[in-house]
T-cell receptor
Framework: DAKTTQPPSMDCAEGRAANLPCNHSTISGNEYVYWYRQIHSQGPQYIIHGLKNNETNEMASLIITEDRKSSTLILPHATLRDTAVYYCIVQDTNTDKLIFGTGTRLQVFP | NAGVTQTPKFRILKIGQSMTLQCAQDMNHNYMYWYRQDPGMGLKLIYYSVGAGITDKGEVPNGYNVSRSTTEDFPLRLELAAPSQTSVYFC????????????????FGSGTQLSVL
């Protein structure tokens, strides 16, 4: 089973920041948090991942709480093309499996 | 750069038929995965492989078989197709450095849409 909990859907106005939350209260110390997104019916696309520290790349920022029980993916200036399902995943370090949950459907509106 | 290539893109099967979904990657990745995605749902891991000759079950392996004879190829076999196997199938690959603490990012193929009628 997925180790994460996400809201099923969110809306965001174009140009505003989209903040997508994720709970992973059972995460262990050496497990990473990954974010992927899936646009329409395409294959998922990697966004970002992190362990303890906040991370930023050209696509997004990842904020992980100090106790690591939750995280937030931030799209700083959402565009219509960011409309997608966003998956927060905690890697099973015993097997290296990435187990996807049902994700958050983000709708960016004009 | 081909990346992860899946064939076919679409297929309709009759109940009880068999088929093989092909997946090939040209990035010299050691890890490969098969996921299925039912309508409106997330991805479920079927099987994965950490290298040639090594495979292991995921969350939903029943009704499927895999093999990994080469680094590049990871075919998924359906022996007796059932309507419950109607889904979109995604293959993915990644490279994990030996001794690394974490997976690198997964690269996904464009999927195979399978209908069993």
């Amino acid at each position: 089973d997925a180790k994460t909990t996400q809201p099923p859907s969110m809306d965001c106005a174009e140009g505003r920041a989209a903040n997508l939350p994720c709970n992973h209260s059972t995460i262990s110390g050496n497990e990473y948090v990954y974010w992927y997104r899936q646009i329409h019916s395409q294959g998922p696309q990697y966004i970002i991942h992190g362990l303890k520290n906040n991370e930023t790349n050209e696509m997004a920022s990842l904020i992980i709480t100090e106790d690591r029980k939750s995280s937030t993916l931030i799209l700083p200036h959402a565009t219509l093309r960011d409309t997608a399902v966003y998956y927060c995943i905690v890697q099973d370090t015993n097997t290296d499996k990435l187990i996807f949950g049902t994700g958050t459907r983000l709708q960016v509106f004009p | 750069n081909a990346g992860v290539t899946q064939t076919p893109k679409f297929r309709i099967l009759k109940i009880g038929q068999s088929m093989t979904l092909q997946c090939a990657q040209d990035m010299n990745h050691n890890y490969m995965y098969w996921y299925r995605q039912d309508p409106g749902m997330g991805l479920k891991l079927i099987y994965y492989s950490v290298g040639a000759g090594i495979t292991d079950k995921g969350e939903v392996p029943n009704g499927y078989n895999v093999s990994r004879s080469t680094t590049e190829d990871f075919p998924l076999r359906l022996e007796l197709a059932a309507p419950s196997q109607t889904s979109v199938y995604f293959c993915a690959s990644s490279y994990i450095h030996p001794g690394a603490a974490t997976n690198e990012k997964l690269f996904f193929g464009s999927g195979t849409q399978l209908s069993v009628l």
